[in-house]
């Protein structure tokens, strides 16, 4: 069974500050998705990241993805009250089928 | 371009009974899956259908069924509620089920008393 880690599980942090979370499995997967859901709503793609090593950066999300294309982070810089959500992983496996982590809970105060 | 679409947006239901779900996929997107998002947890994989066909399953019991239609809006049946069904029943729609570019609907909050 293939299972994703996510850390930390909730993260307070102040306006302006940077972060870091991580998602770990110890499966590989094909590519690996990271998501973001606000409460009522579904989860919205950020990145799909393809190759091990990968690095994607979004505005001031910067995306990796693990040499042996087993766990993957996300960074932001400078974080603002609009980054707040649920950040979400998902493993692609080779049958495309989606293993989602438990998530972070993010929330910055501003 | 119209997005997915999901009804109902809640469902109050008590155990044993019978519920139904829809969704309404992405314009042009032929494949439909559907996840169950308990509180506090990840989305986990219920079934794919693509082209009318069911295309994968997770760890789902058989009162756990679907349906898609010739125009790929799609159905989650759950049949004898229990306690712990109660959460987000989302959709997703992509194009082909081989892409790995899936849109998420709102969800239908699922409550069972």
């Known amino acids: 069974t293939q299972l994703l880690e996510q850390s930390p599980q909730f993260l307070s942090i102040q306006e302006g500050e940077n972060l870091t979370v991580y998602c770990n499995s110890s499966?590989?997967?094909?590519?690996l998705q990271w998501y973001r859901q606000e409460p009522g709503e579904g989860p919205v793609l950020l990145v799909t990241v393809v190759t091990g090593g990968e690095v994607k950066k979004l505005k001031r999300l910067t995306f990796q993805f693990g040499d042996a294309r087993k766990d993957s982070s996300l960074h932001i810089t400078a974080a603002q009250p609009g980054d707040t959500g649920l950040y979400l992983c998902?493993?692609?496996?080779?049958?495309?089928?989606?293993?989602f982590g438990p998530g972070t809970r993010l929330s910055v105060l501003p | 371009e119209t997005g997915v679409t999901q009804s109902p947006t809640h469902l109050i239901k008590t155990r044993g009974q019978q519920v139904t779900l829809r969704c309404s996929s992405q314009s042009g997107h032929n494949t439909v899956s559907w996840y169950q998002q308990a509180l506090g947890q990840g989305p986990q994989f219920i079934f794919q259908?693509?082209?009318?066909?069911?295309?994968g399953r997770g760890n789902f019991p058989p009162r756990f069924s679907g349906l898609q239609f010739p125009n790929y809006s799609s159905e989650l049946n759950v049949n004898a509620l229990e306690l712990d069904d109660s959460a987000l029943y989302l959709c997703a729609s992509s194009l082909g089920w081989t892409s790995s570019e899936q849109f998420f609907g709102p969800g239908t909050r699922l409550t069972v008393l």
């Open positions: 998902a493993g692609v496996g080779y049958g495309q089928n989606f293993v």
């Open positions: 259908y693509y082209r009318e066909e069911e295309n």
């Open positions: 499966s590989v997967f094909s590519s």
